[in-house]
């Protein structure tokens, strides 16, 4: 397949003036009529072919300005000559025929349990009707929908409406990818909101009857989310209604379609009963992200699919900001730099790495990664802290002004911060044109009363970019007294150079620097730090980040020297975890993130980068050695902490009680390898709530326990996916080692393994992908076993099947056997026969 490149970018050579949109449903044999208005654009002058994308598709007829034409027909769409087209304006009509339940890979107009409903972003609009699906055509859209089910609903506002069809109508000119349509037999639960203007809208979440008591929380998140986007970055609703729709089928996790939203079950459902703390806070982010694309998304949308971290980067930053307003800052700040260094780091260090803005690709849909999202986000967290808050928010008000209605690139973006604040962002580019992580290093001189750092960044090669030059980096420094009093408080030090000192005069004697706070840049921190410097850090670090930071570092120290070498844990470390522990002015939450272990996974990559190779199974016993070790040191106060965390009474899911019951769960996991499980087994049995009954079962079977608490969670739930897809999770990404790939097979043979139902694919195959010393087990059972399974999603569903493969992107760290394992993995799967072109892409970026 030939890949698409930035560089080749052109304007599309026709405006389209409007589209109208008439669908008879029908589950084998859906009719879509398609009256679509066209004129020339004058960025493209001359004659051009009138060329329309279309997959799997049955043309019945085509006419423009009512005559029938007969166009050139390929795989991927069709032609009209221009010699065939009017001087002017025209009008396309066009009827087509598709068969949304045979459509199993997601994508277009699709079927899940009776409900009809769509995926279009980023290609899927050219499985319904011919178009050109591209973000920088835009127009507005009128729908009618014909069926006989009960709820029939599009983009934009309900126009009018008869027994059998209803008619919607989007003012608002959108690309086709943010089109959107169900019908199915769905109840609401609805509400209202009234905009910072006074007008008021109505507000539905869409589900199947009987779960209408599990969308409290998706309302209220949605209700809050409404409110601070106004107070935030003052934008408001633009639409009567808001629609959200909850599907069991779903490739990703939600979708901003314009008014019409559509999520993924699991991100809309939520009781105490049946969703963990983690569901939750997950649910109040996702809905806020997609609401905010509205705005960041919607309304100014992509110029083409290499822009994408223009709208995801900004709407994941905006989310997170939200998130952090709405619980704690420094807990949702940690939180958020886990995720970054577990996925986004990962993916940069290895043969997936890509700049936040790639300039090729084969599948756009292989490019919704870490890197577009999370380092996405980063990038304006660093733009923020370079321009600071007030010119921040200039900039985005400049951004909304000037490109409302249009589909703009990160040039337009960078364009507004420069004219808003007069700075010039030519080397601040390099972080959407450059892929990898900087490596910083520092160097620190103490002469005088003055306190010289010096850093050095350096970037590794990633493919296709072998030499970096040096990036703006802010670099957050705040200095300690050595009696734990802060001398020099916060401040942005901005590298723009290879190499570069910054220096602090007037000091009483020499600090302690606290460096890289609050994470403010998306950088490896390479320094060597005492042990006693660290642990001085965790005590007195104001800046919360780094004091956590300062632990984790410590924790990973003495976790290498552990792994394979039977060595004793450092007891300064654990004492020190213990002051962190028993100290009740520190946030429970705060304390919780403490109390947790590097994973596996980041200790493999800690290892490798320090020229060592990794042995799965040494990581999985020093870790289980060291969580051991605390939990005989720290007994007393970790079962005191267990019992004080306690949430009696009704559940409330808000940051503190959550916060509590992280905590109380971090101290069970310790105290779990010294118990017998007793712990565990009497909470599994009491608990009232999924957040302790799933973190007690999965203890239980951490201590190779729990047979018959996994038999009766499996009775209790067996109605509820949503609660079963945990069931299946839990069992393989805790079964140890050598029983991963085993319980797995045996869990694939089960009578609800519905494979084809991505959550319950993803829950299986990615708890296998995720159970890192289970996955590597030294027979290359696991690898086997995941690679049958991906060759068998892979001809229904090659866009999970893709994201999936990315189980096997680590394989170059490991010891030669392995390697040679996955290598062979992955060749089976790149030879197949009829491979998707996504799961080819991702195979062979992998293997190179
Ligand atoms: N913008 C959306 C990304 C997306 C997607 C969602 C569901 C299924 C397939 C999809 N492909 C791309 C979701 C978001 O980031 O908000
Ligand atoms: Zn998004």
Not at 328 to 356: C, N, W, Y
Request: glycine share 6%; net charge negative; aromatic share 10%.
């Amino acid at each position: 397949p030939q890949p698409t490149l930035l560089a080749d970018y052109r304007p599309y050579p026709f405006d389209v003036t409007g589209v109208e949109l008439t669908f008879r449903l029908s589950p084998e044999a859906t009719r879509v009529v398609a009256r679509i208005g066209f004129a020339p654009n004058p960025a493209r002058p001359g004659r051009n072919d009138l060329r329309l994308d279309g997959e799997k598709l049955k043309l019945h007829s085509a006419k423009i300005d009512s005559k029938p034409v007969k166009p050139d027909q390929d795989a991927e769409g069709l032609t009209v000559p221009a010699s065939q087209l009017p001087d002017g304006p025209f009008t396309w009509d066009a009827e087509v025929e598709i068969d949304p339940k045979g459509n199993t890979a997601l994508e277009g107009l699709y079927m899940s349990g009776g409900i009809y409903c769509t995926q279009c972003e980023a290609e899927g609009f050219r499985k319904i009707t011919y178009y050109p699906d591209r973000p920088d055509v835009m127009a507005p859209f009128k729908v009618r929908i014909e069926s006989d089910l009960p709820v029939l609903l599009s983009n934009g506002n309900p126009t009018a409406k008869g027994k059998g069809w209803a008619e919607w109508t989007d003012p608002w000119p959108k690309p086709a990818y943010l089109f959107a349509l169900v019908a199915g037999d769905l109840v609401a639960v609805s509400d209202t909101f009234t905009t910072m203007s006074g007008k008021t809208v109505d507000l539905n979440i869409w589900v199947r009857e009987g779960d209408e008591d599990r969308c409290a929380y998706a309302m209220d998140s949605l209700i809050r989310s409404m409110k601070w986007d106004e107070e935030v970055y003052g934008r408001e609703y633009d639409l009567d209604v808001f629609n959200i729709v909850a599907i069991d089928d779903f490739n990703m996790g939600a979708m901003e379609n314009k008014g019409l939203n559509i999520f993924n079950s699991k991100l809309v459902l939520a009781s105490p009963e049946t969703a963990t703390d983690g569901d939750f806070e997950r649910i109040e982010g996702v809905i806020a992200h997609e609401y905010f694309h509205n705005w960041t998304g919607d309304r100014i949308t992509c110029r083409d699919w290499f822009q994408l971290c223009l709208k995801e980067g900004l709407t994941v930053f905006r989310d997170q900001q939200f998130t952090s307003d709405m619980r704690s800052e420094p807990v949702k700040r940690i939180e958020d730099v886990l995720t970054l260094r577990a996925r986004q780091f990962r993916e940069d260090m290895g043969p997936l790495a890509h700049p936040v803005r790639p300039e090729s690709y084969i599948e756009i849909n292989n490019f919704y990664t870490a890197t577009v999202y999370e380092k996405g986000a980063e990038v304006i967290g660093m733009l923020k802290r370079l321009v600071g808050d007030d010119g921040y928010r200039k900039a985005l008000d400049l951004y909304f002004e000037r490109h409302d209605g249009e589909a703009a690139t990160i040039e337009d973006w960078l364009m507004v911060f420069e004219d808003a604040t007069g700075r010039d962002l030519t080397q601040f580019k390099r972080w959407y044109t450059d892929a990898g992580t900087p490596r910083l290093t520092v160097a620190e001189d103490w002469s005088d009363g003055s306190f010289t750092l010096t850093f050095t960044q350096k970037t590794p090669p990633t493919p296709g970019q072998d030499k970096k030059k040096p990036r703006v980096i802010p670099i957050a420094v705040g200095l300690l007294n050595p009696n734990g009093d802060e001398v020099v408080p916060t401040m942005i030090l901005e590298m723009t150079k290879a190499t570069q000192s910054f220096r602090f005069e007037e000091l009483a004697s020499r600090p302690v620097p606290s460096i890289l706070r609050g994470f403010s840049a998306p950088v490896v921190l390479d320094r060597d730090v005492p042990a006693e410097e660290r642990a001085f850090l965790l005590a007195h670090d104001t800046d919360p980040f780094n004091k956590w930071e300062s632990g984790r570092a410590l924790a990973k120290d003495v976790l290498v020297s552990m792994i394979g070498k039977d060595e004793a844990p450092s007891q300064s470390f654990i004492d020190a975890l213990g002051r962190v522990l028993t100290n009740d002015s520190l946030d429970p939450a705060f304390r919780a993130l403490c109390l947790r272990m590097p994973s596996e996974d980041d200790l493999a990559q800690t290892l490798h980068d320090a020229g060592q190779v990794p042995d799965p199974e040494a990581i999985h016993a020093g870790r289980g050695a060291l969580s051991k070790a605390i939990a005989r040191s720290l007994q007393k106060p970790l079962v005191a902490t267990y019992d004080a965390m306690a949430t009696p009474g009704e559940f409330a899911p808000d940051a503190t009680s959550a916060g509590k019951r992280a905590l109380r769960l971090a101290c069970l996991w310790l105290l779990n390898h010294i118990d017998n499980g007793t712990r565990a087994a009497a909470l599994f049995a009491s608990a009232d709530n999924m957040t302790e009954s799933h973190g007690a079962l999965a203890c239980l079977i951490e201590g190779g326990r729990g047979t018959r608490e996994i038999g009766a969670f499996y009775e209790r739930w067996k109605d509820n996916r949503l609660v079963i897809d945990k069931w299946f999770m839990v069992q393989v990404l805790h079964a140890a080692p050598k029983d991963a790939a085993p319980t797995a097979e045996r869990l694939a043979e089960h009578p609800d393994f519905e494979w084809t139902n991505p959550n319950r694919f993803r829950a299986l195959l990615g708890a296998l992908g995720a159970n890192h010393a289970g996955f590597h087990e030294t027979s290359g059972r696991a690898y086997r076993f995941y690679a049958d399974w991906l060759l068998k999603l892979d001809p229904l569903n090659p866009q999970t099947t893709a994201r999936m493969s990315t189980a096997f992107e680590t394989w170059s760290r490991y010891d030669v056997d392995r390697k040679s394992m996955i290598r062979a993995e992955l060749d089976r799967i790149a030879a197949t026969e009829g491979l998707s072109r996504d799961t080819y892409e991702m195979v062979t970026r992998i293997r190179a």
